[in-house]
């Protein structure tokens, strides 16, 4: 019998939309599971994937602000957990809806309301299992300049202002009028961080 660690690859924030796979604009944020703002931005970014169905996919990228909420992180941690599972957006939903109460054992009761159904998900919490995924997001949005949250890009172009529908549907109207299609990113990084071994039991 094979002593080979059993290994498999990590569904990335990066690579996880919401929207029509071909949609024209792809909005971005930056963005964490405490904060008020967010909350109120993830019930406008409802309110635009509607009335723009079709036109508009959106990337939630994770930015968590621990120095003023601390569960941020392993809520972020979390989620992506969940995606592991094809769960991230009812799992990115329960955490606003419950962002008040986001203490480890507490992740785990609300990733049993958004159906994800991994034994191990309160261990690999404990144990940081995707903490790499929460820095490689970090890392990106201070790289292209993000210093607060929420922050929103339209088709890689950062919004300056107060997250409000009336900006930004504002800015998808104008990257549909220029009809550009967002540039296409580089994906051949950190390709070692994509891979997991399964903690030994």
Not at 54 to 82: C, D, M, W, Y
Not at 86 to 91: A, D, Q, R, S
Not at 93 to 104: E, V
Request: net charge positive.
């Amino acid at each position: 019998m094979s002593l080979k660690k059993e290994e498999e690859e990590i569904l990335e924030p990066r690579d996880i939309f919401v929207g029509e796979k071909d949609a024209p604009v792809i909005l971005m944020e930056f963005g964490e599971y405490q904060s008020e703002e967010c909350a109120r931005a993830n019930e406008i970014v409802k309110q635009i994937l509607n009335d723009y169905e079709g036109k508009v996919k959106f990337n939630f990228r994770h930015f968590p602000q621990t120095r003023i909420h601390q569960r941020s992180l392993k809520a972020a941690e979390s989620a992506i957990a969940a995606a592991q599972e094809g769960k991230f957006w009812e799992m990115h939903n329960m955490l606003f809806k419950n962002r008040r109460n986001l203490g480890t054992t507490s992740l785990k009761l609300h990733s049993k309301d958004a159906g994800v159904i991994n034994r191990n998900f309160l261990d690999n919490l404990v144990n940081g299992i995707y903490g790499w995924q929460v820095q490689d997001d970090l890392k990106e949005g201070i790289d292209l300049g993000v210093k607060e949250v929420p922050t929103f890009f339209v088709n890689n172009k950062m919004l300056k202002g107060k997250a409000t529908y009336a900006l930004l549907a504002a800015a998808i109207d104008e990257a549909l009028k220029n009809g550009k299609k967002a540039p296409a990113k580089k994906t051949a990084e950190k390709t070692e961080k994509k891979v997991i071994t399964k903690a030994k039991r």
